[in-house]
Structure formats: structure tokens, C-alpha cells
């Protein structure tokens, strides 16, 4: 695999991590494994190596350990299912994938109960994730996670056509849709029980906050694009690797990567500049210090995707 040189990010933002990384980790472990999730040590060690308990524990310092373990659960959970859309190239099944968002969908919507004998692992610990969501969020946060998981599901479906159509994606639509992809917007809005961010509805959803949410789900995805970058190009089946900022800006410019590497290097500082920019504007002391926070956690994240 050719390994690509990313440029020094700028991120002026300190970092710090959750007290119980550790026994995060070792929750998340048994928890994959008692609901075979992961069949074997081997394919335990090729996720540990993903290191989902220390982005966890980057992202929501301080959070409330039951939390962050749920919330652990969940992303290692997400991972296991893009895993498996791309192993079973179910990416290009658009009737297997509907199927997939319709049974996530039947149990948080519903509330369906499922079993490991009757509806198989991934399904049987969303029912167990939700379950203790039910019984530590309200019910609008409930509402807003249900949303952001159609939203997830749409930019999939989106990257589900273009790949279809053998379409590469228009670069200024990709970066509206990005943000999505990589389910960054579930990582912002889970604040409320992760992050014990307690804020009301109109502060989240002030223009200043909103724009600073954006911007900074946007820049812990064009970090990943460049993290992730080498990973893709050797794993790609000749598509999936298109949906990378580097790779669109290459194609419309008509550049090499090492050139489009550091335009992508470019455009996530320029967010990150913004941010610093704008943040002190935001309404309100606590609204600038969520937004602060914010920014701080999403960066963290893109260290381990």
C-alpha cells in the first residue's frame, strides 16, 4: 500500500481524554463478541486496532461512562455494518439496502424487539444499544438520533446512485453530503447525552451555532478523506475510493494527488479558520464554549477514523 504524505492539519485546540478509555474499551469488547458481532479473536484484534473506545473517549471527555460504553457500542456497530455493505457489495444492492435502513428503522421507530435466533447480531445489539438509550435520553434527543440516522442512510443512498450510474460526484454536492457518509452529524447530535451538553432547542439551532456545527463536521471529514486516503486507493473495487474530497478535486482539476492532497489540507484549514473566527460571535457565553467543544471532539475523531 502507498502511503501518501498529509500536511500538518491546523487544529489549535487542546486534547483531552475520558478517565475510563480502558474499561470503555473492555465493555465494547464483550459486548461484540456476546452479540456475535465478531466471531473470532482475529476479527476482535483487526477492530481493536480501529481504536473506537479512544475516539470515543477523545470525543466526550466527560461524559458519563454508561454513556460513552453505549455510545462505544454504537459507532463499533456502525463500522461493522459499512464493513459488511463493502464486503458484500451490497453497496451496489440497492434492494439490500433499503432492506437494511427499513430494519434499523423497525427498531427505533418501533421499538421491535429483537433476538439473536430470529433477526441475527446486528439488529439483536441495535434492540440492546436502544433499549438504554430509551432509558437515559429524552424523548426529543430520541427523535433527533432517529433523524440523523435517515440522514445517514440518504447520503448513502446517494453515494448508492452515483455508484450505480458509474457518476462521479460533483465536488460542491459532495461536501454538502459528506458530512453524512461518515455519519459525523450523529457524532455532533449525540452531545446532549455524551457529552452532557445541555443546551436549549433554539441555541442549537441559532444560525451561528448551526453554521459552527457544520463547519465542523465538515473538517473532521476532510481530515478523514486525508487520513484515510492510502487505505482507499489499495482497497477500492474502482469506485468506492471516488468518494474521497482528494480524488473529486484531483478529477475536476485535472491535478495529481499530491497536489489535490494539499488543496483538501487548504480547504479543511480554511474551515477550521472560520471556526476560530466566527466561534467568539456565537450567541451567548455557553453557546461559544459548546461550540468550542465541539470542534475540539470532532477533531479528536478523525485521529482514529
Not at 446486528?122 to 440523523?148: E, V
Not at 478523506?225 to 482539476?253: C, M, P, W, Y
Not at 466566527?278 to 464554549?289: D, E, F, L, S, Y
Amino acid at each position: 500500500m502507498k502511503l501518501y504524505k498529509i500536511p500538518q492539519l491546523y487544529c489549535p485546540f487542546p486534547s483531552v481524554i475520558h478517565a475510563d478509555m480502558g474499561l470503555i474499551e473492555e465493555h465494547t469488547n464483550k459486548w461484540v463478541l456476546d452479540f456475535e458481532l465478531i466471531t473470532s479473536y482475529d476479527m476482535l484484534d483487526k477492530y481493536r486496532k480501529q481504536k473506537f473506545a479512544a475516539m470515543i473517549a477523545r470525543s466526550y471527555p466527560y461524559g458519563e461512562f454508561i454513556d460513552l460504553c453505549a455510545w462505544c457500542d454504537l459507532n463499533t456497530l456502525l463500522f461493522i455494518v459499512d464493513d459488511l455493505l463493502d464486503e458484500q457489495d451490497i453497496i451496489k444492492d440497492q434492494e439490500s439496502f433499503l432492506k437494511i435502513e427499513n430494519d434499523f428503522l423497525d427498531v427505533l421507530e418501533n421499538n421491535k424487539k429483537c433476538t439473536l435466533k430470529q433477526d441475527g447480531s446486528i439488529l439483536t445489539a441495535l434492540y440492546d444499544f436502544w433499549q438504554r438509550m430509551n432509558l437515559r435520553s429524552s424523548h426529543s434527543w430520541k427523535a433527533k438520533f432517529i433523524q440523523g440516522i435517515k440522514d445517514m442512510f440518504a447520503g448513502g443512498m446517494w453515494q448508492f446512485k452515483h455508484v450505480m450510474n458509474n457518476q462521479l460526484p460533483d465536488l460542491q454536492e459532495y461536501i454538502r453530503i459528506r458530512q453524512y457518509l461518515g455519519a459525523a452529524n450523529l457524532a455532533t447530535e449525540s452531545l446532549e447525552v455524551t457529552g452532557k451538553v445541555q443546551l436549549s432547542e433554539s441555541v442549537y439551532k441559532s444560525p451561528m451555532v448551526h453554521k459552527l456545527t457544520e463547519i465542523a463536521r465538515n473538517a473532521v471529514c476532510f481530515a478523514n478523506d486525508l487520513f484515510s486516503l492510502s487505505k482507499e486507493i489499495a482497497q477500492s473495487n474502482g469506485n468506492t475510493a471516488e468518494f474521497n474530497l482528494v480524488s473529486i478535486i484531483r478529477h475536476k482539476n485535472k491535478i495529481s494527488i499530491e497536489e489535490a492532497i494539499k488543496e483538501v489540507a487548504n480547504i479543511h484549514d480554511t474551515e477550521v479558520k472560520e471556526f476560530v473566527e466566527i466561534a467568539p460571535k456565537a450567541k451567548g457565553r455557553i453557546a461559544n464554549t459548546m461550540a468550542s467543544h465541539l470542534y475540539s471532539c470532532s477533531m479528536d475523531r478523525a485521529l482514529y477514523s
